[in-house]
C-alpha cells in the first residue's frame, strides 16, 4: 500500500527509518508491504536516501488516487488540519503524533472519517511510544474508566527529577534541559502544563466518548516549584510531579485538571523520574493498570505511528470505531476538587499555630533547620474551601503585619 509522510522532521524521519529498517516485520504484520511514495516539506534533502520521493506539493498527496495512507508529523495546526482534512475528505486513511491537532480537531476529523469509511489514528500523539490509545478503545472496552492519572510530559518529569535528586533551581535546570534538548527554546507549553493538558483532554475524550474541550481544563505549570518545597518533601518522604488527572464519576461528572501534586511513595507514579511518562488507567473491574515507557524521541513516537499504518492496512475498507461524538462532556468547576495541601507560611510555627489551626483546622508540621518559615499539611479540603481559609489566613496575618503564605502545592497523601 502506498504512504506518504508530511513533515519529515524528527518523527516523520523516525517512521520512514521504521518502514524501510522493518520492512519485513511491517508487512507479515499488515498483511502487504507499506511502501513510502511521498515525503513532503519544505525543505530539499539533496544527500538522502529519500532524495526522490521529496514534493513541496500537498496536492501531489491530495490528488494521487494510489495514496491511501497518510503520515502526519508536521506538528502544529497549520497546515496540519487543512491538509488532513483533505486527505480524509479524499478518502485516506491518517495516522499522526500531532497532539495539538486531535485536542482543537479531533471531534471533526473523527466524523469525517467515519463518514467516507477510513481511520484517523492517533496512538502517538499521547504517551510517544506507550500504548495508550489502543488499550482504551481494545483492551479496555469493557470497563467503566473512573480515572486517568498521567506525568505526560518528559521535560517536565525530567526538570523535576534534577531539583529533586540535586537540589537545583527551576531556572537552572529548564537550562540544562534546553542545552540537552529536552526543553524547547520557548519551554512555555512544556512548563506552563499546556502539553499535558492537551494530552489528558484526549485521554479523557476516549474513556468519556465525548469531546472534552482542553480549554475548560484548570491548567497549572510548574514555574512556581523551588529547590526549597523539595527539601520539605524529601524530609516527608514523598515527591512533586507534574499530573494530568481525569476521574470519572458514575453519575457522568468528571474532574479534569493539570497542576503539580505532592505524591507519596506508596503512589504508582511515585518512581517514575526523568524523561520517562508514566499513566495510571484505573477500571471498576480491572482495578489500576499501568503504561510506562518513552513518552517522547524519535524512533519510540514513530513506533506509534507505524502501529496505526498496520492498523489501516489491516483495515483498509472499513472504519474502526473509536474515539468520542460531538456531545461535550463537561468538566467540573476545579473548586470542586477535593485534596490534602501543602503550604509554606512564613515566621514561627509557635507564633501563628492558633492562626493556622482557625483557618486551616487540624494540620501536620514540618519545619526545616534554619528556615525563617514552616510548612503543613492539611487534612482533605475542597479546592474552593481551601481557597477561602488561605484568603482568611492571609487577612489574619495583614492584621498584624505580618507575611502569609508562601507555597501551596496540592497533596494526593
Request: net charge negative; aromatic share 8%.
Amino acid at each position: 500500500m502506498k504512504a506518504a509522510v508530511m513533515g519529515y522532521g524528527t518523527i516523520g524521519s523516525g517512521v520512514v527509518e521504521i518502514l524501510m529498517e522493518n520492512r519485513d516485520q511491517v508487512a507479515k504484520a499488515a498483511g502487504e508491504e507499506i511502501e513510502v511514495k511521498y515525503i513532503l516539506d519544505l525543505r530539499d534533502f539533496p544527500d538522502s536516501p529519500v532524495a526522490d520521493r521529496i514534493v513541496h506539493d500537498f496536492k501531489q498527496i491530495e490528488e494521487d488516487e494510489e495514496i491511501r495512507l497518510v503520515v502526519e508529523t508536521m506538528g502544529g495546526l497549520n497546515p496540519a488540519y487543512p491538509f488532513v482534512k483533505a486527505c480524509l475528505m479524499a478518502g485516506k486513511h491518517v495516522a499522526t503524533s500531532n497532539k495539538a491537532l486531535v485536542a482543537a480537531y479531533g471531534t471533526e476529523l473523527l466524523a469525517i472519517a467515519r463518514e467516507k469509511n477510513v481511520n484517523f489514528f492517533f496512538e502517538a500523539s499521547v504517551g510517544g511510544g506507550i500504548p495508550i490509545i489502543r488499550p482504551l478503545y481494545r483492551c479496555l472496552r469493557g470497563e467503566r474508566i473512573e480515572e486517568i492519572t498521567g506525568i505526560l510530559n518528559g521535560t517536565t518529569n525530567y526538570i523535576l527529577t534534577k531539583m529533586e535528586r540535586e537540589g537545583a533551581a527551576f531556572e537552572a535546570v529548564l537550562r540544562e534541559a534546553q542545552n540537552l534538548g529536552y526543553a524547547e527554546r520557548n519551554p512555555e507549553a512544556d512548563v506552563e502544563g499546556h502539553d499535558t493538558c492537551r494530552k489528558i483532554a484526549i485521554l479523557t475524550a476516549m474513556a468519556t466518548g465525548r469531546q472534552v474541550d482542553f480549554e475548560e481544563i484548570y491548567t497549572e505549570g510548574i514555574t512556581s516549584i523551588t529547590d526549597t518545597d523539595f527539601q520539605y518533601a524529601k524530609k516527608m518522604g514523598t515527591s512533586i510531579k507534574l499530573f494530568g488527572t481525569s476521574r470519572m464519576f458514575e453519575d457522568g461528572r468528571v474532574s479534569a485538571y493539570v497542576a503539580p501534586v505532592m505524591v507519596g511513595g506508596g503512589h504508582p507514579l511515585y518512581p517514575v523520574s526523568d524523561v520517562f511518562n508514566g499513566i495510571l488507567v484505573k477500571g471498576n473491574m480491572v482495578g489500576d493498570t499501568m503504561f510506562y515507557g518513552s513518552g517522547a524521541g524519535k524512533l519510540p513516537t514513530a513506533s506509534a505511528v507505524v502501529a496505526d499504518l498496520i492498523e489501516a492496512v489491516q483495515n483498509r475498507d472499513r472504519n474502526i470505531p473509536i474515539g468520542w461524538t460531538k456531545e461535550k462532556q463537561e468538566i467540573m468547576p476545579m473548586e470542586q476538587n477535593t485534596f490534602r495541601y501543602f503550604l509554606r507560611l512564613a515566621g514561627s510555627h509557635r507564633n501563628k499555630e492558633g492562626d493556622v489551626r482557625k483557618a486551616f483546622g487540624p494540620v501536620e508540621v514540618e519545619e526545616l533547620y534554619g528556615m525563617d518559615e514552616f510548612a503543613v499539611l492539611t487534612g482533605p479540603m475542597k479546592e474552593g474551601a481551601f481557597k477561602a481559609a488561605c484568603a482568611a489566613y492571609e487577612a489574619m496575618e495583614a492584621q498584624k503585619g505580618e507575611y502569609g503564605i508562601k507555597q501551596t502545592i496540592r497533596a494526593l497523601l
